[in-house]
C-alpha cells in the first residue's frame, strides 16, 4: 500500500520551473531514494510533500502532519541541553505523556546509536551525532513515513553507517522511507526503489538494479548528463 503518493506536482519560482509535473509512490516498508544532481528541484519536492510549501499544481497524499517525521538538512536542535533533553523536550511538544516519553527517548536514541552519548551537551557533539539526532527526533512520534534530506552529506563514515544501519532496522518494522542523497552507493545499498530527477522532471524509476547499467552512477549519468557529486 502505498504510505506516500505524489502526483503531477509542480512549482515555480518566477519564470523558473524547479519541479514540473513529478509523480511517485512510496509503499509500505519501502526506502525510495530520490536521486539528482544539484538544483534537481528535490529540495522544493521535498518542501511540498511534507507541507512547508504550497504547489501550484498537483497532489500529494501522505499521512497527517504527525504521523511524518521530518528531518531537514539543517541541524534543528538545541546544543545547550543534552540529546535525552532535546528529545524530552520535542516529545512534549507533541503531548506524549510522561512515561511513554521517556521510554521513547530511550528507544530512539538506540536506533539511531546515541544511547551511550545521551547525556553529553549536544555542542560537544560532532556534526554526524547532531545529525543522527535529529534523525532521533523525527523518528519520535512513530511516524510512518520519515523524509530524510541529505542525511548523510558531509558526516563522517561512524554516523553515516549508523544512519544507514538504522533506516535499515525501521524499513523492516514498515516504515516508509523517503530520501535524497548525492551518494550512488549509498543508494544501491539502501533502496528498494529509486528515482532520478532532473529538471524538477522524474527520469527514471526502478529498483537500483533495474536502472544500473553497469551501476547507478552509470545509470545517472547517461539519464542526466552529469555526475552526481558536485
Ligand atoms: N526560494 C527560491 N527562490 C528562487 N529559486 C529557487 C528557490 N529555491 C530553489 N530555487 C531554484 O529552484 C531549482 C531547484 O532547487 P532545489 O533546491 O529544489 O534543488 P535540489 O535538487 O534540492 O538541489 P540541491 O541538491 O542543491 O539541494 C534551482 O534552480 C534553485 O536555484
Not at 534543528?76 to 524530552?88: G, S
Request: charged share 25%; hydrophobic share 40%.
Amino acid at each position: 500500500m502505498a504510505v506516500l503518493a505524489v502526483e503531477g506536482l509542480r512549482k515555480s519560482y518566477r519564470d523558473l520551473v524547479a519541479v514540473d509535473g513529478l509523480g511517485f509512490a512510496v509503499r509500505e516498508g519501502e526506502t525510495y531514494g530520490l536521486l539528482g544532481p544539484n538544483g534537481a528541484g528535490k529540495s522544493t519536492a521535498i518542501s511540498m510533500i511534507v507541507g512547508i510549501l504550497a504547489p501550484d499544481a498537483g497532489s500529494v497524499s501522505a499521512p497527517p502532519k504527525a504521523r511524518v517525521g521530518y528531518v531537514p538538512q539543517e541541524v534543528a536542535v538545541y546544543p545547550d541541553l543534552t540529546a535525552r533533553e532535546n528529545l524530552r523536550f520535542f516529545s512534549g511538544m507533541y503531548g506524549m505523556r510522561r512515561a511513554e516519553a521517556k521510554s521513547r527517548t530511550t528507544e530512539v536514541l538506540r536506533l539511531v546509536g546515541l544511547s551511550d552519548r545521551a547525556d553529553e551537551a549536544v555542542a560537544k557533539y560532532s556534526g554526524g551525532m547532531q545529525r543522527r539526532l535529529n534523525i532521533a527526533v523525527g523518528l519520535l512520534n512513530r511516524p510512518s513515513l520519515l523524509v530524510l534530506d541529505e542525511p548523510t552529506a558531509g558526516v563522517d563514515p561512524q554516523s553515516r553507517n549508523a544512519i544507514l544501519d538504522s533506516v535499515q532496522r525501521m524499513t523492516g518494522e514498515g516504515l516508509a522511507v523517503l530520501y535524497t542523497t548525492h551518494y550512488m552507493e549509498e543508494a544501491q545499498r539502501l533502496c528498494d526503489r529509486v528515482g532520478i530527477i532532473d529538471h524538477g522532471r522524474l527520469l527514471a524509476e526502478g529498483t537500483p538494479a533495474e536502472l544500473g547499467e553497469p551501476d547507478l552512477e552509470a545509470a545517472f549519468l547517461r539519464l542526466t548528463g552529469r555526475e552526481l557529486r558536485d
